[in-house]
């Protein structure tokens, strides 16, 4: 037996056998077969010898129902009603989409190899050349599995074979058109949205699949698992500060370190920030598990992370080590979280780093309904929740715990999360639901195994925990686990595991928000009357709020069939595609601006409706900031299938107009009308006092004449919401016969604009009687390409080309109103897609011009050119410079 001495010498010396080969991931050439047509044993189809020949090119990451989609075996459940087209597992049975996956891989590392898989929906068996992996069926959805394979692998040849047998959710439940279908899917460890909801149709497999990631992992013989990284920020800090003038800040780093040997260990486990390291001498037992806590470590100038509009989302990037053993990354952001009870909004109350932070939020359901995540495809939805000026996302309790690299994008662009567990009221019985197939007694005590709910959990909470932007746990969307499952994640799981963070009861519970005080709960939903979001009071932390989300007639067209493509009629049904695809109406809205010719037209006023609706909801929640509310959610901000309904841009990362107005509404110092006090107001949610800050107040007429102009300074104190002058009574004279335009401007000493916001006000029938007969703006276009980005520091994909379009608006005309810029592929008039606009949407006055940028990632043997169309400008593109 290697004497302690000897083993030790061993480590120092190991690197040269272990980073021989670094990790990498089974991502490619893997095959599948349906279990009907297969007779072999996992032990025959885990050895090289059986042929896989017939069978099916697999997606791994992925579900079985993206490898059919992918061998053209299956249409695409997005388009049209080909997503009835496909049989549903209710009906098939669960063979039907039960699967063998295979994957030939070289090994030959000289130290030990692991084999982790990240996901495997529902349950599991492995094998490896022959040899069974798991002792007995792994189960769950978010249960993650990992295995020592050193010894099964083939050591001269180091041809190796993976043959893994995945099973479907049991029950799949029924897709009869309920919250969830039957809710029996919420018997299971795992997403319940696959079942049918309001927003989105039944995926016919339940997703079952190797929907996550599969890593081979070299180590020698000890493994470092599950870190644990905590930072303590004192007092109360300001985002402006230099790091050097930074006060001091600790970290706090812990992990569990594993010894696979028969031998005791010593080594140093240790990181290194700064250029200062911190490190531990640990001795571990044979065979021994054991959790490390390093010495505290202080950083005397702390980059400090700060949510979006509040300042930048500072990271570090480091890695933990043990002696020459295993080596992992350790990325964090320097950050304090606590909360507080608001006595007078009744509600939960965030601070960062001592600050207190109003939660702008959308709620998010996955990237993917089939769950083909991508960093790419992440990192463009964050990048726009960011673009939308919000500060949070929640994820739905009927999803997914978010994947790492969702986690990641959060954390690069300040988007703090609020995540929830896997139940909801509609499948885990809050209410009576005859569309239900068991009771409510019975759904309150789903799932069915309560221990692997609660072995998930613990699982999932160190798997996230690192990250700077998860800010809140919830148990679940509307309702509470059952009793057990609750204690065990408020009582236990969290306190133990992840300690410095709140845990909501669940999404609308009073240690949430407490409806005392006159409100009407969560909601509204749908199109609304805008003074409704300014005067009605709701849920003092409201985590569901929202309107329509249609996107323009572009993105209609791509998933809608040609015959299809009639506009809705108002009171009347809708077309079976429309309804299919769970079109939200927007009532009477669109018919304001004039009777409608076709669905393009309809679609071009739906964004006016769109626009109006989310900058007028996060106005008035944030006009009530600290009185009433201490945080918005809205319902939703995007779709992971092509539903018609609460959307802020659509499946395929086109935006509509939902994105620019909340844009606007959210901006961190911005000046807005409130239509029921008749007010100009100010919010300013930033941590500083603005003086010598310029409001400027015109309102212009349709033909672009200004009938009023004024402009005072004001000073605008930190974290508050104020009125400043009283317009409403002449807005109403002057807007009475036609309707006119409200120009708002926040100008600082410089006379430089820091907000910018521009309405269009209806005449006293509430109609927008003077937009019908504008005449068109004689609008200019430059486009120009600006030197070549850089990719953002860990940000997936090339770098980014940015392209500055300038709008020039001659004097003596019009308004240029609400018109779209569109990067479009010349060759075939289609936009290019995902683009990120500095603003869009844009309405430009008469003698001036406006500048936005947009930034895309070039694609070969495209060159791009600009369209531009507006309300009274005629669509025309143009080639940039």
């Known amino acids: 037996m290697t004497n302690h001495r000897s083993l030790v010498l061993f480590l120092l010396a190991l690197p040269s056998l272990l980073f021989a080969q670094s990790d990498y991931e089974l991502n490619t050439g893997w095959k599948c077969q349906a279990i009907g047509k297969v007779h072999a044993t996992g032990e025959r189809l885990s050895q090289a010898g059986y042929s896989t020949r017939d069978w099916l090119d697999a997606t791994v990451p992925g579900t079985v129902m993206t490898t059919l989609i992918n061998n053209h075996l299956e249409p695409d459940p997005f388009y049209g009603l080909n997503n009835d087209k496909t049989p549903d597992i209710y009906t098939t049975g669960r063979d039907h989409y039960t699967y063998w996956f295979i994957k030939n891989f070289k090994e030959t590392s000289g130290g030990q190899t692991w084999l982790d898989l990240r996901g495997v ?41 993976l043959a893994i047998l995945v099973y479907p959710p049991d029950p799949v439940g029924n897709p009869n058109g309920g919250q969830g279908g039957d809710g029996e899917i919420a018997r299971n460890v795992t997403h319940q ?52 003038d930074q006060a ?93 009870w608001n006595p007078t909004t009744h509600s939960r109350e965030l601070q960062i780093n001592g600050q207190k932070i109003f939660i702008k939020g959308g709620n998010y359901i996955v990237s993917d309904e089939l769950l083909r995540l991508s960093p790419e495809r992440y990192d463009a939805e964050i990048r726009f929740h960011r673009d939308m000026n919000l500060n ?69 909470v160190k798997l996230l925990r690192n990250h700077p932007s998860l800010a809140f746990w919830c148990g679940g969307n509307e309702i509470t686990p059952p009793e057990d499952i609750f204690h065990a994640l408020k009582d236990s799981i969290i306190p133990t595991l992840d300690d410095t963070r709140t845990f909501f009861d669940y999404s609308n519970s009073d240690s949430m ?67 299919y695809h769970k079109y939200i109406g ?25 626009y109006d609706q989310y900058r007028a909801l996060m106005e008035g929640f944030s006009s009530h900031m600290w009185d009433w509310y201490t945080g918005v959610i809205i319902w939703k901000t995007q779709n992971p299938w092509t539903a018609l309904r609460g959307q802020m841009y659509d499946y395929y990362l086109d935006p509509n107009a939902c994105l620019y107005g909340l844009h606007s509404g959210s901006e961190p110092l911005h000046i807005m009308y409130d239509p029921v006090a008749g007010m100009t107001m100010i919010v300013n949610n930033t941590f500083r006092t603005h003086r010598d800050i310029m409001m400027q107040v015109q309102v212009l007429d349709m033909s672009g004449k200004s009938l009023m102009h004024s402009q005072q300074f004001f000073e605008v104190g930190p974290t508050v919401a104020k009125n400043y002058l009283p317009i409403g009574h002449l807005l109403d004279q002057l807007r009475s016969t036609e309707g006119v335009f409200l120009s708002l401007r926040l100008l600082d000493i410089h006379q430089q604009i820091v907000s910018d916001n521009f ?19 004689a609008l200019t276009i430059e486009a120009s390409r ?90 025309k593109t143009y080639p940039i410079k």
């Open 392 to 460: 949070l996302i929640r994820v739905w309790g009927g999803a997914l715990t978010e994947r790492p690299e969702f986690y990641a994008a959060c954390d690069r662009y300040g988007l703090l999360v609020f995540q929830d567990f896997w139940n909801s009221g509609d499948c885990n019985g809050r209410w009576e639901d005859p569309m239900k197939k068991e009771d409510q007694w019975t759904r309150k005590r789903y799932p069915d195994d309560h221990n692997l709910f609660i072995a998930s959990a613990a699982d999932q």
């Open 586 to 610: 927007y009532d009477s809205s669109v018919y304001a601006y004039g009777p409608i010719k076709d669905l393009r037209d309809f679609a071009e006023k739906a964004q006016l409706v769109n």
């Open 759 to 777: 309405y269009w006000l209806p005449d006293s029938t509430g109609n927008y009687s003077g937009l019908r007969h504008m005449p068109p703006s």
């Open 193 to 244: 949205y696959v079942a049918g909801w309001d927003w989105i149709q039944p995926i016919r497999d339940r997703n079952t699949g190797i929907w996550d990631k599969v890593t081979i992992h070299h180590t020698g013989v000890v493994r470092i698992r599950n870190p644990h990284i905590v930072t303590e920020v004192s007092g109360a800090r300001l985002p402006d500060v230099l790091a050097k």
């Open 786 to 875: 600006a030197p070549q980005q850089p990719a953002a520091q860990n940000t997936p994909g090339a770098a980014a080309t940015r392209i500055t379009v300038t709008l020039k608006n001659p004097a003596g005309g019009p308004v240029a109103f609400f018109n779209r810029v569109s990067l479009i592929d010349p060759g075939t008039k289609q936009r290019l897609l995902p683009v990120f606009y500095s603003d869009n949407y844009v309405s430009v006055l008469p003698g001036e011009s406006k500048t936005i940028t947009l930034d895309y990632t070039p694609k070969p043997g495209v060159t791009p050119q600009v369209s531009v169309r507006g309300w009274n400008l005629a669509e």
């Open 248 to 340: 001091p800040a600790v970290l706090r780093v812990s992990a569990e370190l594993e010894n696979t040997s028969t031998d005791t260990v010593t080594g140093t486990l240790q990181y290194m920030v700064d250029g200062e390291p911190t490190f531990a001498l640990v001795k571990l037992a044979p065979g021994a598990t054991k959790e490390i806590r390093l010495p505290y470590h202080i950083i005397m100038h702390p980059r400090l992370w700060w949510p979006n509009g509040y300042g930048t989302p500072e990271l570090y990037h480091t890695t933990l080590s043990f002696a020459d053993s295993d080596t992992i990354p350790l990325d964090f952001g320097v950050r304090e979280l606590t909360t507080t």
């Open 513 to 579: 928000s407490f409806n005392n005080l006159g409100g009407n709960g969560d909601g509204p939903y749908g199109v609304q009357d805008i003074k409704t979001f300014w005067a009605k009071r709701t849920f003092p932390f409201n985590s569901e709020v929202g309107s329509v989300g249609m996107g323009d007639y572009e993105s209609l067209q791509r998933f809608i069939p040609k015959e299809h493509l009639v506009a809705p009629v108002y009171h009347q049904k809708e077309d079976e595609v429309f309804n």
């Open 121 to 161: 929906n529902y349950g599991c068996d492995i094998w490896l050349n022959g040899h069974k992996l798991n002792e007995q069926t792994h189960y769950g959805m978010y249960l993650r599995q990992s295995y020592n394979i050193t010894k099964y692998l083939a050591p001269k040849s180091g041809d190796n074979r």
